[in-house]
Structures are given as structure tokens and as C-alpha cells.
């Protein structure tokens, strides 16, 4: 497969007056194109960080990556967050169409493209409604949507149902991979949630804690679609959330042993 993300040594600290933190150290990874990649570890461990460099938001410290453009006139990447990145003063619409207008596309695209989404996410009813209109659910449609709607290169999303209550969470986890399986982006995904991962994945990549390093990598081969209802009930997925689980645990205690 053709490799969308290719990254290469990269670390990155951050320098205070008391010393320099390191959040992540030497990582080395590639992402294939339509691949959708979860990576999973213990809270601080930089994956956030990772996420942000990926994004132009921060500059690595020593090492480098690159993503394999194929159209020059799409945007490189979209980021969505958890519970951020909607405009309040714009209606769901507005908000989904912003990318678009900001591009200067037709406005029969941007109309057509706007309307699709919206139509996706379940968001059509609720077009003219502003953010805090909204739930923490629909807020996250709206994020969504506005990804997919600008028709990235790549998709980096960071926790963006963490917030969420169950059922919502598991509504937007179909909705995504709905909209995955037609679009085929390229997707980078941080989660908490083992099941989540194993869920939507083709590839989990296990971080350490800090600083964070890669230091394993699964191949999720369940064939899609998949229910969450599968992956509870398929003894080699249940043995796989048993050794993420054992992963976190022993980071975890080691942080804490290392900081005592």
C-alpha cells in the first residue's frame, strides 16, 4: 500500500525555566493511505503532542516527517478535538461549510458538499441551530462533518468522544466508519477507550508513558464491518483487550514508581 504519512525520528521537548520536559522521543512510523490508525496509551504520554505536529501546530525538535500529497487544490489535514473547534458565532451549516467558503470553492460545491454532510451526520433539521443550541453529541457531528466536508488529505482526531455518554458515543463511532468506508481517508485517531480502538482500527500503536515512544503495534484483521457487539464477543478480540489493558496497567504503575 502507498504510504500517506511517513514519519522519521521524530522527538519533541519542551523547554521551561526549571529544565526541558520530553513528550515524545525517537518515533519512527508510517501510515498508509485509507489507513485508519488508533494509537493508544497512558494520559501524558504525547500522543496529543504527536497529533499537534502532524497538524503544523508545533514544531518537532529533532526529526522530521512527511505527508504524500495527491491534490494540490485539497487541504493537507483536518483536526477534530474534543469538544472544541466549533465556531459559536456560526449555525451548524455555517460551521460545516466553513473550510469550503475559506477555500473559495463554487457555491454550488460548497451547497452540494454542505448538504451531504449534514444529511451523514443526522444534522439536517438542525442546519440553522447555533452551537450552544446543540449537545455535546451533535456538537461532535458537526465537527464530523466539517472535517469530511472539506475533503482532506488526511484526518487527525483527538478523543472526540471521550466526552461522550455511551450511546452517543456509540451512534458517532458507526457514523464515522459509515462515512470512512465511503471516503477512504487517511485517519490517525487517539482514543482511551480499548474497545474504541479495537472498533475502528486497522492498526493500534501502543505508546509509552513519557516520554512516549511507540513500543507496540497490533493489526486489528476483524473484517468490516464491525459491531461492537462483535468485538465483545470474538475470543482473539477479548484476549487483544486483555493485553492493551495489561500494556496501560504496567505503563501506568512504572510512571508512578519512576516519579516517586
Same mark, same amino acid.
Given at each position: 500500500? =502507498?504510504?500517506? %504519512?511517513? &514519519?522519521?525520528?521524530?522527538?519533541?521537548?519542551? #523547554?521551561?525555566?526549571?529544565?526541558?520536559?520530553?513528550?515524545?522521543?525517537?518515533?519512527? /512510523? !508510517? &501510515?498508509?493511505?485509507?489507513?485508519?490508525?488508533?494509537?493508544?496509551?497512558?494520559?501524558?504520554?504525547?500522543?496529543?503532542?504527536?497529533? $499537534?505536529? /502532524?497538524?503544523?501546530?508545533?514544531?518537532?525538535?529533532v526529526g522530521e516527517f512527511t505527508i504524500v500529497t495527491d491534490d494540490g487544490n485539497r487541504p493537507l489535514q483536518s483536526m477534530v478535538f474534543q469538544e472544541r473547534g466549533i465556531i459559536p458565532w456560526l449555525t451548524v451549516e455555517e460551521n460545516v461549510a466553513f473550510g469550503l467558503k475559506m477555500r473559495r470553492l463554487p457555491k454550488r460545491l460548497i451547497h452540494e458538499r454542505t448538504s451531504y #454532510?449534514? =444529511?451523514?451526520?443526522?444534522?439536517?433539521?438542525?442546519?440553522?441551530? #447555533?452551537? =450552544?443550541?446543540? !449537545?455535546?453529541?451533535?456538537?461532535? $457531528?458537526?465537527?464530523?462533518?466539517?472535517?469530511?466536508?472539506?475533503?482532506?488529505?488526511?484526518?487527525?482526531?483527538?478523543?472526540?468522544? +471521550? +466526552?461522550?455518554?455511551?450511546?452517543?458515543?456509540? &451512534?458517532?463511532?458507526?457514523?464515522? /466508519?459509515? %462515512?470512512?468506508?465511503?471516503?477512504?481517508?487517511?485517519?490517525?485517531?487517539?482514543?482511551? !477507550?480499548?474497545?474504541? +480502538?479495537?472498533?475502528?482500527?486497522?492498526?493500534?500503536?501502543?505508546?509509552?508513558?513519557?516520554?512516549?515512544?511507540?513500543?507496540?503495534?497490533?493489526?486489528?484483521?476483524?473484517?468490516?464491518?464491525?459491531?461492537?457487539?462483535?468485538?465483545?464477543?470474538?475470543? &482473539?478480540?477479548?484476549?487483544?483487550?486483555?493485553?492493551?489493558?495489561?500494556?496501560?496497567?504496567?505503563?501506568?504503575?512504572?510512571?508512578?514508581?519512576?516519579?516517586?
Amino acid at each position: 500500500m =502507498k504510504t500517506k %504519512i511517513d &514519519i522519521r525520528h521524530l522527538t519533541k521537548a519542551f #523547554y521551561k525555566k526549571q529544565g526541558s520536559v520530553t513528550a515524545i522521543d525517537d518515533i519512527s /512510523l !508510517s &501510515i498508509a493511505e485509507g489507513e485508519f490508525v488508533c494509537l493508544v496509551g497512558p494520559s501524558g504520554c504525547g500522543k496529543t503532542t504527536l497529533l $499537534r505536529i /502532524l497538524a503544523g501546530l508545533e514544531k518537532p525538535s529533532v526529526g522530521e516527517f512527511t505527508i504524500v500529497t495527491d491534490d494540490g487544490n485539497r487541504p493537507l489535514q483536518s483536526m477534530v478535538f474534543q469538544e472544541r473547534g466549533i465556531i459559536p458565532w456560526l449555525t451548524v451549516e455555517e460551521n460545516v461549510a466553513f473550510g469550503l467558503k475559506m477555500r473559495r470553492l463554487p457555491k454550488r460545491l460548497i451547497h452540494e458538499r454542505t448538504s451531504y #454532510y449534514l =444529511k451523514k451526520t443526522g444534522l439536517e433539521k438542525f442546519s440553522n441551530l #447555533y452551537p =450552544k443550541e446543540l !449537545s455535546g453529541g451533535m456538537k461532535q $457531528r458537526v465537527s464530523i462533518a466539517r472535517a469530511f466536508a472539506n475533503d482532506p488529505e488526511i484526518l487527525l482526531m483527538d478523543e472526540p468522544f +471521550a +466526552a461522550l455518554d455511551e450511546q452517543n458515543k456509540f &451512534i458517532l463511532q458507526e457514523e464515522l /466508519l459509515s %462515512i470512512w468506508a465511503e471516503t477512504r481517508k487517511t485517519v490517525l485517531f487517539i482514543t482511551h !477507550s480499548i474497545d474504541e +480502538a479495537l472498533l475502528l482500527s486497522d492498526r493500534i500503536l501502543l505508546m509509552s508513558s513519557q516520554p512516549g515512544r511507540i513500543i507496540e503495534e497490533i493489526i486489528v484483521d476483524m473484517p468490516r464491518p464491525r459491531k461492537m457487539e462483535d468485538i465483545r464477543e470474538d475470543p &482473539i478480540m477479548a484476549a487483544r483487550f486483555i493485553d492493551i489493558w495489561q500494556h496501560l496497567q504496567e505503563e501506568v504503575q512504572r510512571s508512578r514508581r519512576e516519579n516517586e
